[in-house]
């Protein structure tokens, strides 16, 4: 592993970029240098942005105008408080967890920490260079989880890419000691079937059991062959992560064939299941939802080492990739995204139309393990985006209001929507943040990847464009500025208002 300071220049910090490279090959320990404290990294100055005018962006949106490349344009509601570019970790951006005034930002080649204390002003505290996609990342009190669903030649932050069709690679789940927030370290790493596509911390006192969320794409991966129809759950002991181990393999789709028995797809439409995704959980009240390619289901995670389907569900129509999920407070609503195009593809336009790569809500009826879920409608951007630009239903949170169910979403190249979905048959955007296209000639990937509210403000990884800040100034969400957490893993749902 590699630990970048924070720089104290701009030619520093591209001076370290260009030299991870290098340096990856050259380290052969995984314990990371020490990290110098230093004033960090600005925001950019938002007058080096082109952004519109309010009115000026009211008429080009009714005359449906897409912005023009790395063009601002926003609802009058919301406000840009800084985006900080990427710099030593040059991979894609992905997942964010939060902690008091830390925000920990995953990326294809490692993780980022910042201090958030002044969100106008985001500081890098460390980047830790420890490349395996997706490197989505938690955070549990003293401990850091990040994910690795890449062929790897061995578990440690040196590693290098393997083919697939290599029987010796690693694929799981890595654990880091943040108690030292400039100086993270590597203190365990744990194989799992199929990697880690993503995770879900279900925290305790004394361990943190992780749901690992992983699929099979075929039978030419050695190891990692359909079915793949459960998940792994992994017991961390607090104060001996060391010893973090797979301790069960539930499987969520039983049944019959080489396929087991989730969704048997349709080709070039619905995926086949073989696996799942993401998971949510909502400790408070014993539920977990799972987006698990062709299914969606509901879960009791009374127990939480053997998480039990109580209800699945599917949409063959609409529904192509059930990629996340995410509760409404009070547990009888939940939202499910559909990644349609696997979050490359150019889906926000009018071919596509409102409800494929949209969300699905559903109405959680019953009582105990005869919960069902119910569709209620679909929601989607009332954006059309250029075809430059890959688009779909991504990671969001929910906006703490009590009686109200309000979330933040990210769009890839579709920007950040704040949308309420209180009325599930008539779900609404109340605010919206865009960039233009990367690109006018070709699709190139960027976007938002999460888009997360935490304590007052949202926070978004862009996966080309860096780190950004926004805030909400809207009654409707006015309240949410009162609830403050010690801790925030979006899938991880807290209870907001107990």
Avoid at 254 to 262: A, S, W
Wanted: net charge negative; charged share 25%.
């Amino acid at each position: 592993m590699i630990l970048f300071s924070s720089s104290r220049t701009r030619r520093r910090r591209l001076a370290v970029a260009t030299a991870a490279a290098g340096l990856l090959a050259a380290l052969l320990t995984v314990q990371p240098a020490a990290a110098t404290p230093d004033p960090g990294d600005g925001p950019v100055a938002e007058q080096e942005v082109s952004e519109r005018t309010r009115a000026e962006v009211r008429e080009s949106l009714a005359d449906g105008e897409i912005p023009g490349q790395d063009e601002i344009v926003h609802s009058d509601n919301i406000e840009h408080l800084a985006n900080v570019p990427k710099d030593a970790l040059q991979g894609t951006n992905s997942d964010l967890a939060f902690q008091g005034r830390y925000a920990f930002a995953g990326n294809y080649d490692g993780f980022r920490v910042f201090d958030i204390s002044d969100p106008a002003a985001p500081r890098t505290v460390a980047q830790v260079l420890c490349p395996g996609s997706q490197n989505d990342v938690s955070v549990s009190g003293d401990l850091l989880f990040l994910s690795t669903d890449s062929s790897r030649s061995d578990s440690s932050c040196n590693s290098t890419t393997q083919p697939v069709t290599e029987k010796s690679s690693w694929e799981g789940m890595k654990v880091f000691d943040i108690s030292d927030k400039r100086n993270p370290r590597y203190v365990a790493a744990v194989e799992t079937a199929c990697g880690s596509h993503t995770h879900t911390l279900v925290p305790e006192r004394r361990n943190v059991y992780v749901y690992v969320a992983s699929y099979s794409p075929d039978a030419s991966y050695p190891d990692c062959r359909p079915p793949h129809d459960g998940i792994s759950v992994i017991k961390v002991p607090r104060h001996a992560p060391e010893k973090a181990a797979v301790v069960d393999f539930p499987v969520l789709f039983p049944g019959e064939g080489p396929d087991g028995g989730g969704n048997p797809g349709t080709p070039g439409r619905v995926s086949k299941t073989t696996g799942c995704h993401d998971i949510t959980v909502l400790p408070s009240k014993d539920l977990a939802a799972g987006a698990c390619m062709g299914d969606g289901i509901l879960m009791s995670i009374k127990d939480p080492e053997r998480p039990k389907v109580i209800d699945q569900v599917r949409d063959d129509v609409n529904f192509a990739f059930w990629h996340s999920a995410t509760f409404n407070q009070k547990a009888n609503k939940v939202v499910f995204t559909d990644e349609l195009g696997g979050g490359s593809a150019a889906t926000c336009n009018a071919e596509i139309g409102p409800d494929r790569g949209a969300d699905g809500i559903y109405d959680i009826v019953g009582k105990g393990d005869k919960r069902k879920l119910v569709f209620r409608s679909y929601f989607k951007i009332p954006r059309h985006q250029a075809d430059t630009e890959n688009c779909v239903a991504h990671n969001g949170s929910l906006i703490p209001v009590k009686g109200k169910d309000i979330m933040v979403q990210a769009w890839y190249q579709g920007g950040i929507s704040v949308w309420d979905f209180t009325d599930s048959r008539t779900p609404k955007e109340i605010a919206y943040f865009d960039r233009g296209p990367l690109s006018t000639d070709t699709l190139r990937s960027g976007g938002s990847w999460s888009a997360y509210y935490y304590n007052g403000h949202i926070y978004s990884n862009e996966l080309a464009r860096g780190f950004d800040v926004l805030k909400l100034n809207d009654r409707r969400t006015a309240p949410a500025r009162w609830v403050h957490l010690r801790e925030l893993n979006v899938q991880t749902q807290p209870d907001y208002f107990d």
